[in-house]
């Protein structure tokens, strides 16, 4: 068997570093979107606009990227999720069929879908990173032999980047996709 240290740390790398971009993308799109509601920031509306009109292609690149991202660190990397994780996983996995079909038939209709499962799966995915973070004092994570503890990190990229909050970036992205596509479509 070939050792994968080097494609794993290489992996573990560059998603880290699009998570941290990504979730800087996150902060100022919640932020601009607050400022937007509040009345400020009228200039970027219409880029807010241009981005509705493409939420559900973005989507469905963004969930198929996250379902493809994982998948490759289970099966090719041999990296065992554990149960949180696959909880997360359940509900990214179904967004890549959601944004898929909706995108296929151009149904536009799909956004409270995608905040509902987004939502559910972004606050479990949170819950995750704050258990993998330090905070287990109630870690919900099998005791049995061979499982994957919950509460330990694969791997830990700028002292907060875990598979988790991996996580956590993508649905919040899918779920601010939704919302942006709500507030300012056409």
Excluded at 67 to 81: E, R
Excluded at 103 to 111: A, I, L, S
């Amino acid at each position: 068997m070939l050792d994968n240290t080097a494609l794993i740390a290489s992996s573990n790398h560059y998603f880290a570093l699009a998570t941290l971009v990504g979730f800087i993308i996150v902060l100022i799109w919640i932020v601009d979107l607050a400022f937007l509601k509040l009345g400020f920031l009228k200039s970027k509306q219409r880029a807010y606009e241009v981005l509705a009109a493409y939420a559900i292609p973005l989507g469905f690149f963004v969930s198929l990227f996250a379902m493809v991202g994982s998948l490759y660190y289970s099966y090719y990397l041999h990296i065992p999720a554990c149960e949180l994780c696959w909880f997360a996983r359940i509900f990214i996995y179904p967004l890549v069929f959601i944004f898929g079909l909706a995108w296929y038939k151009g149904d536009t209709k799909v956004y409270d879908y995608v905040l509902l499962i987004s939502g559910v799966g972004f606050l479990i995915a949170l819950y995750h990173h704050y258990l993998q973070m330090g905070y287990n004092l109630l870690a919900p994570c099998s005791t049995a032999p061979f499982a994957v503890d919950c509460s330990t990190p694969t791997f830990i990229e700028y002292g907060f980047v875990t598979f988790p909050f991996m996580g956590v970036v993508t649905l919040a992205v899918t779920f601010l996709l939704a919302l942006t596509a709500k507030m300012f479509q056409k």
